[in-house]
């Protein structure tokens, strides 16, 4: 575990969003060596005891409401630990260097580990404000729109104020670069993001990809990241994220970030996981399948697009109601994605359903029935693949309209030593996992 990672899981702790296993390396961490972390509690004691005097108005009532003081000392105890923390006072301030914070945030975030403190918003402010300002590196024509005018980076460098849009083509890429940290924004092509203003680093990934290498960030003012279905706040880590108008995808490097949609739900994503903002929150398992991404569209042509969602089985009875929330018949479908065998033999893909559907498997067409038809259990409506055994996963496409009512669906396989059934979510990948 490196040290950018304990800082990032500290800051986590003191956020609030450390699950219980990385708590727990982290506290194995720092029991490591016992005499440096009372000595780092102490040191952060005595300087949040600081910060407070020297910007509270009455230090004693509010270093006792941050609980700084154990409950159990006596009155008497209190003050000597108040007077030690006013000898200690400075005839002027002076704005500590990078190291220095960096030292004292994971020293502050250390000893709200061991100590147990949380920080009220009074003391918050201990934490130097990060620079928010992000230079921009890009091509000589990416169009950087600022309010109703359109400007273009001529000189491929300038800086990003609150409410600027950057929009890159299809061969172009942008980098983001904060003031006096390394804080790294990567903007892939065919992205746009808007910066927003407020406490903190905050720009919004309307569509696109980014890469974010993000230094550990005071807990008060994160990094947060906007998109249509969900947000991402982020206090030091490094990971990828792509959104379009109706799915955003997430991949941690290393560090945790929080995962949030607009419902409210939430997850602590960390290092090697990927998760999905769609219809709700999913944590993609690394090692097994959780079902194909689908598509729908109004219409029974592919083309009028509604949603998409993370379909864990395909077997649907919609019949009359609507297939997704807002859509009416006729309407249509993609599902795409991975499809994982258990053994190296051929399979046969029953396709029963009302009205039309093709599947394609590794990128070879093996049914085609896209016409209207009423729905029949039977052995007929099937097609044929044969996996490899250096092969087991491969590229699934699966397509499907319905015309009028009675919409049925069923995805089913079957082999010499596969029983029939539907086919199960941990056979189905989303695209690319």
């Known amino acids: 575990m490196s040290d950018a990672d304990i800082v990032a899981l500290v800051a986590a702790h003191v956020e609030g969003d450390l699950d219980p296993v990385s708590r727990s390396h982290l506290v194995e961490k720092l029991n490591e060596d016992p005499t440096l972390s009372l000595t780092i509690g102490d040191q952060v004691r ?31 105890k209190k003050k000597q630990l108040v007077a030690s923390a006013h000898a200690l006072r400075p005839a002027a301030t002076r704005r500590p260097s990078r190291w220095w914070y960096a030292v004292v945030a994971s020293a502050s975030a250390a000893a709200a580990l061991i100590f147990g403190v949380w920080f009220s ?10 620079h928010t300002t992000a230079r921009i590196v890009a091509h000589s024509d990416v169009r950087i729109v600022r309010g109703p005018a359109s400007l273009s980076q001529q000189k491929g ?72 279905h969900a947000d991402v706040t982020v206090i030091g880590t490094a990971f990828n994220l792509s959104s379009d108008r109706f799915l955003t995808w997430l991949s941690v490097n290393h ?55 993370l379909d864990p ?33 051929t399979y046969r893909i029953f396709l029963p359903s009302d009205d039309g559907v093709r599947l394609w498997i590794d990128n070879r067409l093996v049914f085609d029935n896209w016409r209207v038809q009423a729905y029949r259990e039977d052995n007929e409506r099937y097609g044929v693949f044969t996996f490899d055994q250096d092969r087991l996963r491969v590229p699934i496409r699966l397509e499907y309209f319905e015309r009028h009512t009675f919409a049925i669906l069923r995805l089913i396989w079957m082999s010499n030593s596969q029983p029939r059934q539907v086919i199960p979510a941990s056979a189905l990948y989303p695209e690319g996992n």
């Open 46 to 76: 005595t300087h949040l005891l600081l910060h407070a005097l020297l910007h509270q108005s009455q230090p004693s009532l509010a270093v006792q409401r941050a609980r700084l003081i154990p409950a159990g000392f006596s009155p008497i």
């Open 121 to 130: 918003p009074s003391f918050t402010n201990y934490f130097i404000s990060a």
């Open 157 to 228: 460098h300038g800086f990003l104020l609150p409410g600027d849009t950057v929009m890159t083509a299809a061969n172009q890429r942008a980098e983001l670069k904060y003031e006096h940290e390394d804080t790294v924004v990567d903007i892939g092509p065919l992205t746009r993001v808007q910066a927003i203003g407020g406490a903190g680093k905050r720009f919004r990934l309307e569509q696109g990809m980014v890469d974010i290498k993000a230094m550990p960030q005071p807990p008060t003012k994160p990094m947060v990241v906007e998109t249509p």
């Open 255 to 309: 560090g945790q970030v929080q995962f949030k949609n607009h419902a409210g739900e939430r997850l602590s994503v960390g290092a090697g996981q990927r998760a999905l903002a769609a219809d709700r929150l999913t944590l993609i398992p690394p090692d097994r399948g959780c079902g194909l991404i689908g598509e729908y569209y109004q219409g029974m042509d592919l083309t009028n697009l509604k949603s998409k969602r």
């Open 313 to 345: 089985v395909i077997a649907f009875d919609w019949e009359s109601d609507e297939p997704a929330p807002g859509m009416t018949h006729p309407f249509s479908v993609r599902w795409t994605g991975m499809i994982e065998a258990r053994f190296a033999e």
